[in-house]
């Protein structure tokens, strides 16, 4: 597997003109000038609403399991939340815990590597 790094070169004026303008921080701006985004993309990623994410139910299977998480908060089941140890699989497993554990069940976390 050959992989090639490309390498961006920064457009520090457009990240001056965007930490002033967003006040945010030199690197936040130098990440969005990197990324090349318009005035609106940029207000939605520094300001996002719920309007701004993803239809969830677009992911395969996605009713099928909130059935099935529905079910077991109603029966009280123990629950095993499998997610990546990684930083997104961590974060997303902890909020589902702690969703699952304010309904009173039982929750057991494990990561794969």
Partial sequence: ??????????????????????????????????????????????????????????????EKAVDRILKAIENKEKVVIFGDYDVDGITSTTVLKKFLEERELEVRISHSK
């Fill in 1 to 62: 597997m050959n992989k090639k790094w490309q390498y961006i070169e920064n457009d520090k004026e457009l990240a001056k003109e965007i930490s002033k303008k967003y006040n945010v921080g030199i690197i936040t701006a130098q990440i969005l000038a990197n990324k090349k985004l318009n005035d609106e993309q940029i207000k939605i990623f520094l300001e996002p609403t719920r309007d701004n994410f993803y239809d969830p139910f677009l992911l395969p299977n996605m």
